[in-house]
């Protein structure tokens, strides 16, 4: 049987998490970091990168309600204890696992395998609050819609 989710077992704190990845992004080359949080609590990380197209911000949101969601399944099928559980422990596995896929986006750009914004781009602003990513999604939702 599957266990829960990579980093379900982390006392990592949230804050602690966030702060590896603003180094990271800082060491890489990222300029005015900062974090977007809701009453204290980290929820994602803002970022300028140079681009092709010259200085882009960059908006990486956490998913910590999907997160909360996944660890009550595994709970629920019986692959993890109840104290995995909850969104206070989410928020810390959340976190844990932007850190981890950060820190392997970031090695790809050490090998040379892709560039910064390459790995980056969907988190790339197209407008205030939206990312690239979201922005091509309402556009594919408009095309099926239109078909």
């Not at 005015?32 to 960059?58: C, K, N």
């Not at 790339?124 to 556009?139: D, F, H, I, R």
Request: overall charge neutral; some cysteine.
């Amino acid at each position: 049987m599957a266990k829960g989710i990579l980093n379900y077992t982390t006392t990592i704190g949230p804050m602690k998490s966030a702060t590896e990845c603003i180094g990271m992004l800082a060491e890489h080359g990222a300029t005015d970091i900062g974090l977007t949080s809701d009453r204290g609590t980290p929820t994602g990380i803002m970022f300028r990168i140079g681009t092709a197209w010259g200085p882009q911000q960059f908006t990486m949101p956490v998913n910590v309600k999907g997160v909360e969601t996944a660890l009550d399944k595994a709970y629920r099928r019986g692959a993890i204890q109840k104290r995995f559980t909850g969104a206070e422990h989410a928020s810390r596995v959340a976190w844990r696992v932007v850190k981890d896929w950060l820190e392997v986006q970031l090695a790809l750009v050490e090998a040379g395998v892709a560039d910064l914004t390459e790995v980056m781009i969907g988190y790339m602003n197209t407008e205030p609050g939206k990312t690239l990513y979201q922005s091509v999604a309402e556009q594919q939702l408009a095309i099926e819609a239109g078909r």
